[in-house]
């Protein structure tokens, strides 16, 4: 599946912006004193740890999601390199009699006896 460029920069924005957002949910959930998280004795409450729970998965699902927008736009750009280089002069692609073959013989190339 190929990925449009808009699409891949939006994954890898929503990707970095779960980094972000999920982090600093965390150390703020960590720092409360509103007695939500902890109860009197220090403890963590059940609050707590459903927060802690979804913002580790958030986080994750994030991450994924900014990964595979990476591998779309890395993608992006090795065709855009390609797509430049495969018509300079000197280039071989796309010609015809370029099958790899450097003794000057069509055909030989690859052939089995």
Do not use: C, Q
């Amino acid at each position: 599946m190929k990925l449009s460029r808009p699409v891949s920069w939006f994954l890898l924005a929503f990707g970095v912006w779960s980094w972000f957002i999920w982090i600093t949910f965390v150390k703020n959930l960590w720092n409360d004193a509103s007695g939500l998280a902890f109860d009197d004795a220090g403890e963590p409450t059940a609050y707590f740890w459903v927060h802690l729970a979804l913002a580790a998965t958030s986080f994750l699902l994030g991450t994924a999601i900014g990964l595979i927008g990476l591998r779309g736009v890395r993608a992006l750009r090795r065709e855009v390199g390609a797509a430049g280089t495969a018509g300079s002069p000197g280039s071989t692609a796309g010609k015809a009699g370029s099958g790899g073959s450097t003794s000057g013989t069509p055909g030989s190339a690859g052939s089995a006896g």
